[in-house]
């Protein structure tokens, strides 16, 4: 894929994820209901709705790139994968979504050679969208779903980085109330300044924001849940490892798309 094409499709998308979180905040505001998947995850209209907007999107505007959206998939629906696929998750962070919280997220990632190298990571209610502007870069910019739609050319992120680990200890992301005995282990050999609260791939972005240090999540997730936001942690100098040391890869299609266990780092933070 050439720069120049990166980029031109990260600015057609960038109205894309807004008009997808439009839809999300207008379910909300007229009441849903929540259905349960195969696997007892909750499901609402919003997902669905934001899905819809996304997969026309992309099939017009990269019509040769398959795309795995993670309600199609529990539905069945998976289309063939090579090398470069689309990963997308219209609403991550659905708890969060039905608990009446603010931090879920629209998440789009492209995947090449089973790595993330694009990814957008939009949060409606917060009126932010990390991204990666261009191969290799990060960025931060504001998006209000409810102002006029963003044009191709209305882009003006501001770059943003990891931060380099202090001597005074790391700060975490982890849920207090939801530790698992392997995240325990984990962090008994780390120096642990704060414990952080973030919902959905906002943990990433926090991280690729200078604002937090690490985020060990020693369970399994799915690929669409973690794509964009290893993409724009990486673009940022991060980096996502498996359990194993090993990157987090993707394409895992004969495993159902299922992550093991991760680590997700900013600079300085091994």
């Not at 990260?10 to 905040?25: D, F, H, M, N, T």
């Not at 819809?52 to 017009?60: E, G, K, N, Q, Y």
Request: with cysteine.
């Amino acid at each position: 894929m050439s720069d120049q094409f990166f980029e031109r499709l990260v600015r057609a998308l960038v109205p894309v994820v807004q008009e997808a979180g439009k839809a999300i905040l207008a379910v909300r505001e007229g009441g849903y209901e929540v259905d349960r998947k195969d696997d007892e995850s909750p499901v609402t209209q919003a997902d669905r709705e934001a899905e819809a907007i996304i997969l026309a999107a992309l099939t017009r505007l990269a019509p040769d790139i398959p795309v795995v959206g993670e309600e199609a998939a529990s539905e069945g629906h998976v289309p063939e994968i090579g090398q470069r696929f689309f990963l997308v998750d219209p609403l991550d962070g659905t708890k969060e979504f039905i608990a009446g919280r603010s931090e879920f997220t629209v998440n789009i990632a492209l995947i090449e050679d089973a790595r993330p190298v694009l990814g957008m990571v939009y949060a409606p209610m917060l009126k932010k969208l990390y991204l990666t502007p261009r191969p290799g870069q990060a960025a931060l910019m504001p998006l209000d779903s409810e102002a006029a739609p963003v044009g191709a050319g209305g882009i003006d992120p501001v770059a943003i980085g990891c931060r380099e680990a202090s001597g005074s200890g790391l700060s975490v992301l982890a849920s207090l109330s939801h530790m698992n005995a392997a995240t325990e282990a984990f962090l008994e050999d780390i120096e642990v300044a704060e414990f952080l609260q973030a919902g959905s791939s906002l943990k990433f972005c926090l991280i690729a924001e200078g604002k937090a240090d690490l985020y060990p999540r020693l369970a399994p997730t799915m690929e669409w849940d973690t794509a964009a936001g290893q993409a724009v942690l990486e673009a940022a100098g991060g980096r996502v490892e498996a359990e194993d040391g090993t990157p987090l890869v993707y394409g895992k299609s004969d495993r159902g798309f299922v992550n093991g266990g991760f680590i997700a780092r900013g600079a300085g933070s091994a």
